[in-house]
Each structure stands twice: as structure tokens, then as C-alpha cells.
């Protein structure tokens, strides 16, 4: 379980009696806008708990009901060949009306917890990836996202009930929702007011599930922002990304205190600097990077100079100048490279990834020729690349185009 969000098993009362377990995760704040996350066809199982867990990290209040629960309580099956012919035997035993009620019973529990502040949503894979689209037609949610969710095309009459927002994840290769299925979903929803309708080229069903056979880890951060840029605009809840990347970025460079750093990220938490592969991957190993390698070990004189920011719904892209003389070897720069005394200033972009009030990764890039070339260790003659002067025509684009083009004046007069 990730550190900080609380969990527990509560009982959710079903609407003709009876009572089903639901797993409820909790954010570190203690309070937050709902999500009811619906199954696949494995039960509550690993994947979905997982998945409750890392919401709830990114600020919501998460309960996943037990939506088996009346054919058999507390199942938990994986998509492994074994388990795969009792998964299908649940799917094609369940009463799939009920199955909406019992999610409208989940949404009516949410919203009766203390820790609930604000909207109620509804998310869900495969057979919850249909439910979730008819919890926005019957139940009483501001949001929905399904992804590949099975058989929605035999419920689109009930799009005329639509409420909130919609989005749905729709793989191209689905073999659960052939073409002619993906086009009437697309024919019925596309353009509706509200609803966002996305399909993944060359992918299959399941694309999103971690450790599954088809899952596309390119696709399933690409769903992700979109899904969480749907739950935000709908829910909430709001967070000052600028301001945690500012005070992360003050502790690295400004006052270097490495806990505090830490302090600013995620409980695992990961950094790529994508030329040179150096940063660190978890909390053991990213705090080891920080403390010798990185906040102690840049110049004295390291100045960042930001040039612009986007701030979008996970994440931050900063473009920026890194300016330094090349007084200490810089491990993650220049790892190997003796100091030379050169100055050097370049452009550099960070993307930054949050989940909740916490960072998550960043991935920074920047042109490592254009490094090399500054502190001598690059001959520029003859090659395509470029000093300090990167950075100058980022500053001043009238500054001269296309000087490594050698072929540029051919096309003076043409």
C-alpha cells in the first residue's frame, strides 16, 4: 500500500436488502471527492485494490464494492489461463441491472462518509468499463470513465440519460468490442456535450492492466492524464502544482537539503535525466542519488532562468535555462568529466508528474551536444549541433536561422 493512504473493508447496504463488502481507500489528507471504481470480471481483486490505492493518492476518497457479491462474495481471480473459464462463468452469470443498483448503493454509501468533500464519480475496466457508462445514465455521478469497457454498444439508447461528464478508453484491436461495435459507440457518442471519446491504435483489450499480457505502458499514462483531467474538471480536486514544483525545485538548488526533497515527492518516487540516464528509481535509491550526486554537487554559481510553464491536470512541463560554470564534476550531467572551468548554459524541459499534493517522476531533458560543445569535449566543426548559441536564440529568435544548414542559401532565390 502506498505510504500515507489509509484503507479499510466497510459494508455497503444493497437496495433490496442485504448488506456487500467494499474496500475503501483514503488520501493522506483524510478527505476528498468520491470515486466508486468498478471491477473487472476477476473480482476484488489485486489489481483492483492497487488501483483504489493509487487514486486515493492522487486525492480521492476510492471504494470499490464487491460487485460478484451476490453470485459469490469475496471472489478474487486473475486473468491467468486457470482462472480465466471462472471469471467467464461470473461474467456471463451476472445480472448486470443489479450490478447498476449496486453501484448506485456504493455511490449512496460514499456520499454518506465523513471523508467524502464534494462530487462522486465512477471508474472502471472491461465489464466495469460498461458499468461505469451506465452508472452516467442511471445513478446519481458527476463523472464517468470506462475504459474498454464490454458491450456498450447494446446500451447506447441510454445515452439519452447521460449526466456529468463522459469518457471512454476504446482499444482499436479489442476483440470484446469489434470495429462495428467501436463505430456505433463513436457514431451515437461522438460530438455529445460533455463526453470524450478515445481509441488507442494497435491496442488490445486490457491495454491499462498492469502485469497483464496486453498492458501499453505508453497508452495507460496517455489514459491516465485523460482520465484525470476528466475527474479534476468534473470533482476536483485542485492542487498548486506550481507552487510544490517551486519548493522542490528551492530545495534541490537553493537551500539543498535533500530530506526536504524528498519530502516533496511521492513515497516511491522516480527522476530520469533522459541524455545521460542518471536519477534513481524509489525512495532508497533517489534519496542516495540527491545526497551524492546531485543537490551537493552542482556549481556554486547553478542558476535556473524559467521561460515558460504549462500546468496541465498531472503534470507540469517547465522550459527553462540551466546555467553553470563547470567548477565540480556533475555527476548527472557530466558524469566522468573532470571540471573545466567553462561556462555553460543551455535550454533544458522538465516534465514533471504528480500524483495528489506530491511529485511523482520527472524526466528532464536537454541537448547533451550542445553541453559537450561548451566545455570542449565536442568539436562543432562539421557537425549539426551547437554551443552556447541554443540558448542565445532561444532568448532572441532574430538572432540568425538555419547557420547549420549548409545547403540553406541554394534556396535563396528559389
Same mark, same amino acid.
Given at each position: 500500500m502506498t505510504t500515507n493512504v489509509t484503507t479499510r473493508r466497510i459494508r455497503i447496504a444493497a437496495h433490496d436488502g442485504g448488506e456487500f463488502e467494499?474496500?475503501?481507500?483514503?488520501?493522506?489528507?483524510?478527505?476528498?471527492?468520491?470515486?466508486?471504481?468498478?471491477?473487472?470480471?476477476?473480482?476484488?481483486?489485486?489489481?483492483?485494490?492497487?488501483?483504489?490505492?493509487?487514486l486515493a493518492e492522487e486525492g480521492y476518497v476510492v471504494l470499490a464494492p464487491d460487485l460478484f457479491w451476490r453470485q459469490q462474495p469475496g471472489i478474487e481471480l486473475t486473468d491467468?489461463?486457470?482462472?480465466?473459464?471462472?471469471?467467464?462463468?461470473?461474467?456471463?452469470?451476472?445480472?448486470?441491472?443489479?450490478?447498476?443498483?449496486?453501484?448506485?448503493?456504493?455511490? *449512496?454509501?460514499? %456520499?454518506? +462518509?465523513?471523508? $467524502?468533500? /464534494?462530487?462522486? @464519480?465512477?471508474?472502471? !475496466?472491461?465489464?466495469? #468499463?460498461?458499468?461505469?457508462?451506465?452508472?452516467?445514465?442511471?445513478?446519481?455521478?458527476?463523472?464517468?470513465?470506462?475504459?474498454?469497457?464490454?458491450?456498450?454498444?447494446?446500451?447506447?439508447?441510454?445515452?439519452?440519460?447521460?449526466?456529468?461528464?463522459?469518457?471512454?478508453?476504446i482499444a482499436e484491436?479489442?476483440?470484446?468490442?469489434?470495429?462495428? *461495435?467501436?463505430? %456505433?459507440? +463513436?457514431?451515437? $457518442?461522438? /460530438?455529445?456535450? @460533455?463526453?470524450?471519446? !478515445?481509441?488507442?491504435? #494497435?491496442?488490445?483489450?486490457?491495454?491499462?492492466?498492469?502485469?497483464?499480457?496486453?498492458?501499453?505502458?505508453p497508452a495507460a499514462m496517455m489514459a491516465h492524464q485523460r482520465s484525470m483531467a476528466a475527474l479534476q474538471r468534473a470533482i476536483g480536486p485542485e492542487f498548486d502544482y506550481s507552487h510544490l514544483w517551486d519548493k522542490h525545485c528551492e530545495y534541490e538548488f537553493g537551500t539543498r537539503d535533500v530530506a526536504a526533497t524528498m519530502a516533496t515527492m511521492v513515497a516511491e518516487p522516480y527522476v530520469n535525466h533522459i541524455p545521460t540516464m542518471t536519477g534513481g528509481v524509489g525512495h532508497k535509491e533517489l534519496s542516495r542519488f540527491y545526497q551524492h550526486h546531485f543537490v551537493n554537487s552542482n556549481p556554486p554559481d547553478t542558476r535556473l532562468v524559467p521561460l515558460s510553464r504549462t500546468v496541465g491536470a498531472t503534470q507540469i512541463v517547465d522550459e527553462l535555462l540551466f546555467c553553470f560554470t563547470h567548477t565540480t564534476e556533475i555527476d548527472w550531467m557530466l558524469p566522468g568529466v573532470p571540471p573545466t572551468g567553462k561556462y555553460v548554459e543551455i535550454p533544458l524541459v522538465a516534465i514533471v508528474k504528480f500524483r495528489g499534493d506530491k511529485l511523482y517522476h520527472e524526466h528532464i531533458y536537454w541537448d547533451q551536444a550542445s553541453v559537450?560543445?561548451?566545455?570542449?569535449?565536442?568539436?562543432?566543426?562539421?557537425?549539426?549541433?551547437a554551443g552556447a548559441e541554443t540558448a542565445r536564440k532561444l532568448l532572441d529568435e532574430t538572432l540568425p536561422s538555419n547557420t547549420l544548414m549548409a545547403r540553406w542559401r541554394e534556396s535563396e532565390k528559389k
Open positions: 467494499g474496500y475503501l481507500a483514503v488520501p493522506a489528507s483524510g478527505s476528498g471527492p468520491g470515486l466508486v471504481l468498478c471491477q473487472e470480471i476477476f473480482g476484488l481483486n489485486g489489481f483492483v485494490r492497487q488501483t483504489a490505492e493509487r491467468g489461463p486457470d482462472d480465466m473459464p471462472r471469471a467467464f462463468a461470473l461474467y456471463q452469470g451476472f445480472d448486470e441491472d443489479l450490478g447498476v443498483r449496486d453501484i448506485g448503493s456504493a455511490v *449512496a454509501a460514499l %456520499r454518506a +462518509l465523513p471523508e $467524502l468533500k /464534494g462530487g462522486v @464519480g465512477a471508474l472502471g !475496466y472491461c465489464l466495469g #468499463g460498461k458499468l461505469a457508462y451506465l452508472a452516467a445514465c442511471r445513478c446519481d455521478v458527476d463523472v464517468a470513465v470506462g475504459y474498454y469497457g464490454v458491450g456498450i454498444e447494446n446500451s447506447l439508447e441510454e445515452a439519452s440519460k447521460l449526466r456529468g461528464r463522459l469518457v471512454l478508453h484491436r479489442d476483440g470484446f468490442c469489434p470495429p462495428e *461495435a467501436r463505430e %456505433r459507440i +463513436l457514431a451515437a $457518442l461522438g /460530438g455529445k456535450p @460533455g463526453v470524450e471519446l !478515445y481509441v488507442y491504435p #494497435g491496442l488490445d483489450h486490457a491495454f491499462a492492466r498492469t502485469g497483464g499480457a496486453h498492458y501499453d505502458k559537450l560543445v561548451q566545455v570542449g569535449l565536442l568539436d562543432p566543426q562539421g557537425l549539426p549541433v
